[in-house]
């Protein structure tokens, strides 16, 4: 009777195999199932990013105009900071402060200084890029902006995953937007405006997403539609083709992954290559 086995001479070729080979046969043993609610809720965090980017553009675009003023949207912006630094102390009860051990009075130092220093530093902010042609501006920035959304954290485990290079390709997106703005002032209030939407927004929208799942699907939906509000002031085409991303993202795209789980066929068998599941990491200090 023939055996898998290499160290006994068996009267079979090499390539021989009996019926019993295909017993040990297994399909999708470590496949994923997906369903589309949980698909379509977790896309909330790619919809959220994009209006955010879209958001900061359109400010930037509405000051550049002049139809914003800095003082405005300073004083827009501090005030939703002040409430979203409400509620998120609010949803978990300050549990999260407690145990990261950070005081109220140590966030708003931080506040200060960083305030005091980029309006200290806003005059070169503003001239910094005066000797780079506008075109060569736009083009950055569009290729930072596109860096931030490729390179941020969803909240999935994957090696392209960095939330500090996403943050400082916005932050220096945003540097080369505010450098043709009219005045410094207006270069303040764009990186502090960035600031507020690519560091602190998000963390605001993770707390939600963790804590109150309802309230973070209310908080996306109208978000987007403020985004796309403010996208059809300044073209209705652009209104159009953000919304249809938006749709695709969160419906079309969990739609055809949800489609395509059915057609995964994983085999595995004694063909299989060898697992090492013992840890090694000591090996490797």
Not at 143 to 162: P, R, T
Request: with cysteine; proline share 3%.
């Amino acid at each position: 009777r023939w055996q898998k086995v290499l160290y006994e001479r068996q009267p079979f070729p090499d390539n021989y195999v009996d019926q019993r080979f295909l017993e040990e046969l297994r399909k999708n043993v470590h496949a994923r199932r997906y369903r589309y609610q949980a698909v379509v809720f977790q896309s909330g965090a790619v919809v959220q990013q994009l209006c955010s980017v879209c958001v900061f553009v359109l400010t930037w675009w509405y000051m550049d105009a002049g139809m914003l003023s800095p003082q405005g949207l300073f004083g827009a912006a501090l005030v939703s900071s002040l409430l979203g630094y409400v509620l998120f102390d609010a949803v978990d009860g300050g549990a999260g402060r407690w145990a990261s051990g950070r005081t109220r009075w140590a966030d708003l130092k931080s506040t200060l200084v960083f305030a005091a220093f980029t309006y200290g530093f806003s005059p070169v902010l503003k001239t910094l890029t005066e000797s780079i042609s506008t075109d060569t501006i736009y083009a950055m920035s569009a290729l930072m902006l596109l860096g931030h959304l490729i390179f941020f954290d969803y909240g999935a485990n994957a090696a392209i995953v960095s939330s500090t290079l996403s943050l400082n390709m916005a932050i220096f997106a945003s540097v080369c937007l505010a450098s043709r703005l009219p005045h410094s002032l207006h270069a303040f209030v764009m990186v502090t405006f960035a600031m507020q939407m690519f560091a602190l927004w998000p963390m605001l929208q993770k707390k939600l997403k963790a804590r109150t799942p309802r309230c973070y699907v209310g908080v996306t939906v109208l978000f987007a539609l403020a985004a796309l509000a403010g996208l059809a002031t300044v073209s209705s085409v652009g209104a159009v083709l953000f919304a249809s991303l938006l749709l695709a993202i969160s419906c079309l795209c969990p739609y055809c992954l949800i489609r395509l789980q059915l057609l995964k066929d994983n085999i595995h068998g004694p063909w299989d290559e060898a697992e090492i599941k013992e840890d090694l990491s000591r090996f490797l200090m």
